[in-house]
């Protein structure tokens, strides 16, 4: 049986991070994660990006495939296509505005977007994150061929109100790798309600990938 160690983001300007400026853009997310990986570049590697996360993921993918070290494979989830790009103005909206999109996102406890004090902490990290994905805008390769070559795996939630299922289905114009799309009941964050199935979906992609058997934890 095989195993596969997961190494998590974690962001600027949020939890153990707080006290740092909150990153504006796509790019400078995929800087840092890409030089915090550097320790694992004899590593085979699998990326897995949700919300904002799947464009991160999407961009290092690109960096590592033009660097000549490719992921095994890209598992991009709660995000349109790439190539998709959206009109989005919450991050000039005001606090009252962004929190209402939040709230249509329904991944965040209801008591906590109306607690002031709380707001006041998380509202800068997720007003940088907003600026960061509406601003985000793809960019060909100069080339003009397909930006990857790695399978791409595509989970989205059924009812998640800002991805439609043709959306996330646009996602395999951007390999020539084997695409798939996985469709679980839920929202934009139906991860939270199906932890150990994602989890499984996730080894059973990174088996296929690897061509090992890798065993599923939803533990921390």
């Known amino acids: ?14 939890q153990d991070r707080r006290g740092e400026r909150a990153l504006t853009s796509v790019a400078g997310l995929v800087g840092g ?9 004899d590593l085979p590697l699998v990326l897995f990006g949700h919300s904002m996360g ?16 490719q992921p095994l494979g890209l598992i991009v989830s709660g995000r349109r296509s790439a ?22 996102l329904s991944g965040t406890d209801p008591g906590l977007l109306g607690d002031r004090e709380v707001l006041s902490m998380v509202l800068p990290a997720l007003r940088a994150d907003f600026e960061a994905v509406e601003t985000y805008r793809y960019v060909p390769d100069a080339a ?20 439609g299922v043709q959306e996330a289905m646009a996602w395999r114009e951007l390999t020539e790798g084997v695409f798939s799309l996985r469709v ?16 499984e979906a996730v080894a059973e992609n990174i088996r296929v990938f690897t061509g090992t058997r890798v065993q599923a934890s939803a533990g921390g």
Request: hydrophobic residues 45%.
């Open 144 to 163: 003009g061929g397909v930006p990857l070559s790695c399978p791409l795996t595509v989970f989205t939630g059924s009812a998640d109100p800002r991805v």
């Open 33 to 41: 994660v890409r030089e915090a990986l550097r320790g694992w570049d």
């Open 1 to 14: 049986m095989g195993c596969a160690d997961v190494v998590a983001v974690q962001y600027p300007g949020r």
């Open 184 to 199: 679980f009941p839920g929202g934009h964050f139906y991860l939270g309600g199906q932890v150990a199935e994602v989890c």
């Open 83 to 104: 190539a998709v790009c959206g009109d989005g103005r919450v991050h000039v909206l005001g606090d009252d505005a962004l929190v209402e999109e939040v709230r249509v």
């Open 54 to 69: 799947a464009v991160v993921a999407f961009e290092l993918a690109r960096v590592l495939r033009g660097e000549g070290a």
